[in-house]
């Protein structure tokens, strides 16, 4: 008998189940990953791309070569929970045994006044020209960069600019303090390491308006030549759009086996999943938690198949 699996993402959790599923099944599964984009991309990584111009892609096609996974260049548009099948904008429906939708996140929109006109988002779309951009204003003097937002992905953006572009004036401004939920002596040293490069932390303080060359919070106002929003994610539409168990800003409610509530051959792992029960430490979005969260359901998956028991997702996490 061969088990089709269906992956929808190829982003980290999406690939890290389609190899951990292929390599325990091997020639008794077929697996299908269904994304739009031909690249697995590093979004750890894009900082790195901002600021160096570094290619953080790898071709799909190598990362499963010999492997009983094929890539199905689509957008998944609906999961069918009833048929276990996957809808795409190619107009096919997909049928398979298990699904497991890894259809991630992005940064949010924000609801700041002036953001959409005045300030930026670390996206893949945008890394090339914030280079663009940072490469030219180094050419200038006394030039300013705010990053709004002081969770990991603002952190990484800022240190990076301070390091690869030290004629820069970096600023953080968050409304809570750097590095999220961080424990106290991994908070003391990111803040020393950002005292250390020359960037500027402004803690406890919100963010009221974004102008032309100005940041405006509620302590007073900051100059800012870029300005670059690093705060919240949008998780993917498609558990709203599938008619899935959602949370209010539209994650998939999971069971403990990270089992779609109310489905048993529907999985989901990364950004867009949200425990309904949570064993160990608090599931926070991002690659370090997605990845695990992939290899639990891989297992799972396989398990399910071959009438073995599955098991809980219990995650821990030393920094918090």
Not at 94 to 114: C, L, N, Q
Request: charged letters at 20%; glycine letters at 8%; a neutral charge.
């Amino acid at each position: 008998m061969t088990y089709r699996i269906g992956i929808v993402g190829a982003g980290y959790a999406g690939v890290t189940a389609a190899l951990r599923i292929a390599r325990k099944l091997g020639d008794l599964c077929e697996v299908s990953v269904i994304a739009p984009n031909e690249q697995l991309i590093e979004r750890i990584r894009l900082h790195e791309a901002m600021t160096r111009n570094a290619s953080i892609g790898h071709s799909l096609n190598e990362l499963f070569r010999s492997r009983p996974i094929k890539h199905v260049k689509a957008l998944a548009t609906r999961v069918d929970a009833q048929t276990c099948s996957v809808l795409c904008d190619e107009g096919k429906a997909h049928s398979f045994d298990r699904i497991v939708i890894a259809s991630g996140s992005s940064i949010g929109s924000s609801t700041i006044p002036g953001a959409a006109e005045h300030a930026h988002v670390l996206e893949t779309s945008s890394t090339a020209a914030l280079h663009s951009r940072m490469v030219d204003l180094c050419t200038r003097n006394d030039e300013h960069v705010v990053i709004i937002g002081g969770g990991l992905t603002g952190v990484e953006a800022a240190t990076e600019i301070a390091e690869v572009f030290p004629a820069l004036r970096v600023s953080i401004v968050t409304n809570g303090a750097v590095g999220e939920r961080l424990n106290e002596p991994t908070y003391r040293y990111l803040k020393r390491s950002l005292e250390r490069l020359g960037v500027a932390i402004r803690e406890g303080e919100r963010v009221l308006q974004i102008t032309e060359g100005i940041v405006l919070t509620d302590k007073g106002s900051l100059p800012s030549t870029l300005t670059l929003i690093t705060t919240g994610f949008r998780p993917s539409n498609l558990a709203r759009a599938s008619g899935l168990a959602i949370n209010n800003v539209g994650q998939a409610l999971v069971d403990s086996m990270l089992r779609a509530v109310g489905h048993s051959n529907i999985y989901v792992a990364g950004d867009l999943a949200a425990l309904t029960k949570t064993i160990g430490s608090p599931i926070v979005s991002g690659c370090k938690t997605a990845m695990p969260m992939a290899a639990q359901v891989a297992d799972n998956v396989v398990a399910s198949l071959q009438g073995r028991p599955e098991r809980p997702f219990d995650w821990r996490d030393s920094i918090f």
